[in-house]
């Protein structure tokens, strides 16, 4: 498994949006592995400028998450369906395909 942060990073450098738009397409030819990909926003918010690399990056599926308080992350470590219940409660985004 790849995984890589703060792809919205990206934005500034497009010699790094290269180098992760191959490794993405040799990731899909040799099917050896998967890549977990983590922005502030989702593919096609990101303003890169290899619009090949926002459109790689929507290959897959795409998650919003949101954000527990303390609150609820002391409550998620001592009983995780609390947790879940408690970010949902507050979730603004949704599962985009």
């Known amino acids: 498994m790849i995984c890589l942060d703060d792809v919205d990073a990206l ?4 010699t790094w949006q290269i180098a992760v738009f191959d490794l993405l397409n040799r990731v899909k030819e040799l099917g ?5 990909a983590c922005a ?3 593919p096609m918010s990101l ?10 990056l929507a ?3 795409s998650f919003t998450l949101a954000s ?6 002391l409550r998620g ?3 995780p369906g609390e947790a879940k219940r408690a970010s949902n409660a ?3 985004g949704s599962v985009l395909g």
């Open 11 to 14: 934005q500034d450098s497009q």
């Open 59 to 61: 290959w897959g599926v």
């Open 47 to 56: 303003n890169l400028q290899l619009a090949d690399l926002a459109s790689r």
């Open 90 to 92: 507050r979730k603004s």
């Open 40 to 42: 502030n926003g989702g």
């Open 68 to 73: 527990l308080s303390d609150e609820g992350a």
């Open 77 to 79: 470590i001592i009983n």
């Open 32 to 36: 050896i592995s998967h890549v977990v």
